[in-house]
């Protein structure tokens, strides 16, 4: 009925857009035309009223054609509360409203790439932000990255953007001139519709707009008619009718979602253990829960195989926001579950076998950007060795950002490195099946790559890297390709740089879990399978690429399938703009390197192949391959 609704007023639209045209010879002439428009349709001699527009809805206050329109912020990939300033100074700024399920919207998105890429290096920045109530972060930058699309898609949570520039509809869309003067708002054009699209060639209106703002001149037409989705606004949020305490429903959330890393020396920065943690830090959690944010997660929904997914769902988080929306009431204690029990801290694999510990502390400065550092570990491997179980211990989980480990061989009189795990927080150790292990080869030695972070005050840090050996006969070994690409270079200024890699699996294999690593321009990776029959598999989207959470994403044990042939493809993109916050040298030229104002492009994917049988004895004390009298 929606769309009925909206194609009985295309008769109307399209005599009322000549008539702006003439109405908007002038500022003033327009507003009257406008106001003499409303009469004729709002009176009673009219059968029925027009359709509400974004030209004609009273609930929100359009700001004024010609004037600056008032500041207001939005949320961009990495969850950071943005504004307009941060992109630095253009000759004009077009905002797009955007949500998922808008047919139009949809539509439009490859003729907004077409002009975006058109007018970038005219001093254009153009900017995506949704209003889709149920849209996340995540879902805004995937929908990006599936229209390879360069400009930022962003978020806009509360409304605040779309009610300081007049916006009720999407895809409606605004354009500032270089002072952020409201100078166009309306649609993109004509020519797509609810009903269809238009066989005729019609006024690029949005493409005029920026061309007359580029030439210095008054917008010929400065406001159109919009076909497209009502934008939903947030209401306040009051008291729920249901009763919402602490005891009985958000306790047992905060164990399933938050507790395992929200707790006493974790690097969590508060705990969420009880009553008194909760309702502390309650907007906080709110805020977080809200966005989207936390529980920390970066991969698309669509990507429905991976089984280590930790997200609230909707019902979920409304039952937070219903908790503090009715003043964080505690509720019975008696219905309070069971306190969660808790693998010990100091090491998720139990008693190591082999433990290694960095022979001095590594002093963490008060203040500062801190480099990559690279520790090699006082131990040398003499035999092949064989190990289940691999955790990296930091000394001091508040400055240990994350941690890398991998085994460095010689190989043709150079050495060389082999990843082996990593520590991000939050993350857990490796765990491999009975009968799957890892090997680390004789005469290995192991190096840590630290990101330390520092916390205002100096510290220290002594990490440990613990190790459990197979108790059983060992099958397969775990193996891992690095898609990877080193010879690229990133232009200054470029907000979508693609980097390729691609790698060929060389036996059927079966999957076990991916792995995307990028420095602070990192902005998505997409892993691809590209089968020997010829189709293709998306098998994981990193559309908001966090250099803050670098975790696997896994497939359940056993059931992901390659035959010998397919190859993985990664394809990556890299933001070097002034907007992204993190970037070092906007201005610079960016190549493969060590420390993170150089740049990575790896994706690693880890699996096993299919007919390998290494039935090896495997001593539970060493990790040797125990030999046979045979032998």
Known sequence: MADTANESTLGFNDSWERELVSCSMNRTLWRVCAAVFLLIFLSPGCSKPLEPTSVLDTEVALPLLGEKVSRFSFVDLRYLS??????????????????????????????????DEQ???????????????????????AQAVKADIAFPFCKDFDGEAAKALGVTRTPEVVVLDADQRLVYRGRIDGSIRFAGVSPKKVREDLKEA??????????????????????????????????????????PLLQEHCQNCHR????????LLTYDDAATHAEMVGEVVLQQRMPPWFACEQDGEIVNRRTMDADERQLIADWIAAGTPEGDRAKLPEPKEFSDLDWQIGKPDLLIKMATEQKIPADGYIPYRYVTLPYVFLRDT??????????????????????????????KEHFITGFVPGGTAMFLDEGTAFKIPAKSILVLQLHYVS????????????????KSAVNKQIKHMQVKNLDFEIPPGAPHHAVVGERTLEHDSTGIAMFSHMHLRGKDMTFLAHYPDGTQETLL???????????????????????????????????????NPYNPAPDEAVRYGPQTYHEMMFG???????????????????????ITQSE
């Open 82 to 115: 943005r504004t307009l300033d941060e992109f630095g100074e253009n000759k004009a700024y077009v905002i797009v409203f955007t949500n998922l399920d808008c047919p139009i919207v949809k539509r439009f998105l490859p003729r907004l790439k077409a002009l």
């Open 119 to 141: 007018y970038r290096e005219q001093g254009v920045q153009f900017l995506s932000l949704n209003v889709g109530p149920e849209d996340s972060v995540v879902d805004a930058a």
């Open 210 to 251: 920026i061309e007359d703002v580029l030439a210095g001149e008054e917008v010929r037409v400065e406001e159109t008619p919009v076909d497209g989705c009502l934008i939903t606004f947030p209401k306040d949020q009051g008291p729920s009718d249901r009763e919402v305490t602490f005891s009985e429903h958000i306790a």
């Open 264 to 271: 006493p020396d974790t690097e969590a920065p508060f705990s």
């Open 386 to 415: 064989w190990v289940q179980q691999i955790e990296i211990h930091p000394g001091n989980r508040n400055v240990v950002h994350h941690c890398n480990m991998a085994y460095v061989t010689m190989e043709n009189g150079k050495p």
């Open 455 to 470: 916390l205002g005050e100096e510290a220290s840090d002594q990490t440990s890297v613990g190790f459990v050996f197979p």
């Open 541 to 579: 989207t990193i559309p908001n690429y966090s250099f803050d959470w670098q975790m696997s994403y896994r497939w359940e044990v056993g059931k992901k399938k390659f035959p010998q042939g397919t190859r993985i493809e990664c394809i990556a993109h890299f933001d070097n703009t002034e907007f």
């Open 604 to 626: 690693f994917f880890f699996f096993l192949e299919d007919d390998e049988n290494l039935n090896l004895a495997i001593d539970p004390n060493t990790g040797h391959v125990l």
